[in-house]
């Protein structure tokens, strides 16, 4: 049984930051790739932010230069470092876990983000 459990969410101010964290049953060296998704109302669920086994980050375009995904071995636990937030930044936020061999994907609960203008 895998579980990811996120945490971090919460209501702030436009301009403001938050980090998520996102602990995992799994040691991350187990793991093909990890990233987060968020899905805001009425919108489908969209990447965010990517980082594959071998280092390497992906980000949307629309996050760029403000979000940071990281990882930290030893804990088990995957971040997303949100600076600068906006009003459209809104939504709930996934973890995911894709792990190896088999490329099972794995979604954690979900933490609300609110940024309020």
């Known amino acids: 049984q895998v579980q990811l459990v996120e945490s971090g969410g919460g209501l702030v101010q436009a301009g403001g930051s938050l980090r998520l964290s996102c602990v995992t049953s799994?040691?991350?060296?187990?793991?093909?790739?990890m990233g987060w998704y968020r899905q805001a109302p009425g919108k489908q669920r969209e990447l965010v932010a990517l980082?594959?086994?071998?280092?390497?980050?992906s980000y949307a375009d629309s996050i760029k230069d403000r979000f940071t995904i990281s990882r930290d071995n030893a804990k088990n636990t995957i971040y997303l470092q949100m600076n600068s937030l906006k009003p459209e930044d809104t939504a709930v936020y996934y973890c995911?876990?894709?792990?190896?061999?088999?490329?099972?994907?794995?979604w954690g609960q979900g933490t609300q983000v609110t940024v309020s203008s």
């Open positions: 995911t876990i894709v792990i190896l061999p088999n490329s099972y994907r794995y």
């Open positions: 799994r040691s991350l060296y187990s793991l093909k790739s």
């Open positions: 980082l594959t086994v071998d280092g390497n980050t």
